[in-house]
């Protein structure tokens, strides 16, 4: 298994509509997640940290099932300025390093 | 503002030109790293540095070197560059540790095209 796998998309959404990405970890010992947010040809941006079994901010809940070793990204009344890539981060093994996934694109349309 | 600089945006050169990419951050953190990015391979890590004089390898260092003589600062060296170091790099850092309990804060990204 890859160390993190996503699915790439792209997800193309109508605005107001709620959407949820997975994420597929290796790692089982990873402690800490997070999920990116790139928008084309920027630096990823930190869009939130899940610790625990879960995590929400506004409109974002992330979740995690470490027995099953896979985080979620649900995002609920879906904004145009939500088009963008996300990425799901997973530490390495090492713990040195942070693993990021290939992304999954999402499209938001009027 | 607490950020993350990288220098040069863009650039273009030829086979074989010596360069330096720098980055400087402003957050007293330990932790710095350098990503590059292409199409369909996402965010592939080449070095990295726990503290000052302390970096290792990532997973793509070939061709690349880096230093970490102040706090501060992370340059990423291509002695002799070639075409299949084209991509988009980012360089990051972190208060402590990996980075794998704060996640990252990255630079704007330097766009390199070798010729």
């Known amino acids: 298994r890859k160390e993190v796998e996503q699915d790439p998309g792209p997800f193309n959404v109508p605005e107001g509509a709620t959407v949820a990405f997975n994420c597929t970890y290796s790692?089982?010992?990873?402690?800490?997640f997070f999920w990116y947010r790139q928008d084309c040809r920027k630096e990823p941006k930190l869009l939130m940290s899940?610790?625990?079994s879960g995590n929400e901010d506004g409109r974002f809940t992330a979740q995690l099932n470490r027995a099953s070793q896979y985080i979620s990204l649900l995002i609920r009344d879906s904004k145009l300025s939500d088009s963008a890539t996300y990425l799901c981060?997973?530490?390495?093994?090492?713990?040195?390093?942070?693993?990021f996934g290939k992304g999954t694109s999402l499209l938001v349309t009027p | 503002e607490a950020q993350v600089t990288q220098n040069p945006r863009y650039l273009i050169t030829v086979t074989g030109k010596k360069l330096t990419v720098t980055c400087s951050q402003n957050?007293?953190?330990?932790?710095m790293s350098w990503y590059r990015q292409d199409p369909g391979l996402g965010l592939r890590q080449i070095y990295y540095?726990?503290?000052?004089?302390?970096?290792d390898k990532g997973d793509v260092p070939e061709g690349y070197k880096v230093s970490r003589k102040e706090k501060r600062n992370f340059p990423l060296i291509l002695e002799s560059p070639s075409p299949n170091q084209t991509s988009l790099y980012f360089c990051?850092?972190?208060?402590?540790?990996?980075?794998?309990?704060?996640?990252?804060?990255f630079g704007s990204g330097t766009r390199l095209t070798v010729v």
């Open positions: 990051a850092s972190s208060p402590h540790g990996g980075g794998a309990k704060y996640g990252y804060t």
């Open positions: 790692n089982s010992a990873s402690q800490s």
């Open positions: 899940v610790y625990s």
């Open positions: 981060v997973v530490p390495s093994g090492s713990g040195y390093a942070l693993n």
């Open positions: 957050m007293n953190h330990e932790y």
């Open positions: 540095s726990m503290n000052v004089e302390v970096t």
